[in-house]
């Protein structure tokens, strides 16, 4: 018999026939000829025709990076300093005391920084092996810090009934876990529900945080993207900072600057002194090494010169900025559109929640009905993308959700 016999067949989550996972909901989408069909399951940004886009700035940067001729040697294992810089910077801001304490390694795109962070976790948080979650998470969250041999375990976050965030319920459960618990935090544009604390609630977070002892794992999939502003986006990693907490911080340019594929991303560690970056610097060499020795050069490229010339930068943040506003105005006509129909029920939270994701609260067998009446995908929690939303569909998009919600 084969070597490979005992293999089992893996669950339905990363099947390609499950309409609740999205590359079933792109093979259901492509089966439908309708020709109004509307895909709401993309998990990357759509222009206003649908279509995938590249920003223009990158299409400069590259355009210079051919023209540099540069070589194809290997980066260092924690990439190139120019890059890890001014993602630093980028993130923690120029004119923040802690920029020099930081110990940063570019990574596998935002999952490839969970990754190295779970595994240092692993290796060397010293009070607790178990890193919780908000429920929901992104998925992947929990594969990842499973695959990290960390324990996995949730904290209250989205309340059904307001679909908004249950304040109480996390700070309740921040407040009851083990002293010096891990606890993961969306820094913005929180996936799946697209609901964040505000300002406000940062702030009491942070100190519920603070008085369990508690480690803030921030994972930051989204700055720029949220609100359009890279620093309005940065708020809670930067206030968290000044407060005094010790961070871990992921970062990915997947979303903000639509590198995808190209895998653009660093994870960082906030030392409380330059002997101690100096011992975490090592220690992350150490582990990234066996990994995968070191980093993909291409995309980190492509960032570095976006983030270092300062007329690209100025271009690229207007680009961002682009990108949110064609998502906060397509909030605003969806939930416009139900109005209009006549609709009963509150909408308030479609334009409430940010980024690319909106949880309509919409139940399993709406979106069915979605689905095979109207040939609208989304997954079956309820929420959709608001990127695959454009204006030429936005319209029939509201009118079908008000016919399966009246
Ligand atoms: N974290 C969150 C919350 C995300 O939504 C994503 C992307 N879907 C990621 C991390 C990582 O994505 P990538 O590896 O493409 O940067």
Not at 22 to 45: D, H, Q, R, S, W
Not at 56 to 67: Q, W, Y
Not at 366 to 377: G, M
Request: charged share 20%; proline share 5%.
């Amino acid at each position: 018999s084969s070597t490979w016999s005992n293999v089992p067949q893996g669950p339905p989550t990363h099947s390609r026939n499950s309409t609740n996972t999205l590359p079933g909901i792109t093979e259901a989408f492509k089966a439908n000829t309708f020709t109004n069909k509307v895909n709401l399951g993309v998990g990357a940004y759509r222009d206003d025709a649908g279509k995938p886009y590249v920003l223009p700035s990158v299409r400069t940067a590259e355009k210079r990076l051919i023209f540099k001729e540069l070589d194809k040697e290997y980066a260092g294992i924690t990439g190139t300093p120019a890059f890890t810089k001014a993602a630093a910077t980028l993130a923690y801001s120029a004119s923040s005391p802690v920029l020099d304490n930081i110990a940063i390694t570019q990574s596998i795109s935002g999952t490839g920084a969970l990754r190295i962070g779970g595994a240092f976790l692993e290796r060397f948080y010293p009070h607790s092996k178990t890193i919780y979650v908000p429920s929901p998470s992104w998925a992947n969250h929990a594969a990842i810090f499973k695959d990290s041999r960390l324990d996995v375990k949730q904290y209250r976050y989205y309340n059904k009934e307001t679909i908004g965030l249950d304040i109480d319920g996390l700070l309740a459960d921040i407040k009851n876990a083990p002293p010096r618990s891990v606890f993961l935090l969306h820094a913005c544009a929180h996936n799946p529900t697209g609901v964040d604390p505000t300002p406000e609630q940062w702030r009491t977070i942070s100190d519920v945080v603070k008085n369990g002892g508690h480690f803030a794992f921030f994972d930051m999939a989204y700055q720029g993207f949220a609100s359009g502003d890279t620093d309005k986006d940065a708020y809670a990693v930067r206030y968290f900072v000044e407060q005094g907490h010790q961070i871990a911080l992921c970062q990915s340019f997947a979303k903000n600057m639509g590198l995808y594929g190209e895998r653009v991303g660093a994870f960082s560690l906030l030392a409380a002194s330059a002997e101690e970056k100096k011992r975490l610097d090592s220690q992350i060499k150490i582990l990234v090494r066996p990994l995968y020795s070191n980093p993909p050069i291409g995309g980190a490229r492509i960032a570095t010169e976006i983030l270092n010339d300062p007329e690209l930068n100025t271009q690229w943040l207007s680009e961002v900025k682009g990108m949110a506003d064609r998502i906060i105005a397509m909030r605003d006509a969806l939930k416009g559109g139900l109005e209009e129909c006549g609709s009963k029920l509150k909408w308030d939270h479609i334009t409430s929640q940010i980024g690319m994701f909106c949880y309509t609260g919409l139940r399993p067998e709406q979106v069915d009905e979605l689905a095979n009446k109207y040939s609208i995908y989304g997954t079956r929690d309820g929420r959709i993308s608001v990127a695959g939303l454009t204006s030429g569909n936005v319209k029939y998009v509201a009118e079908s959700i008000h016919n399966v919600t009246k």
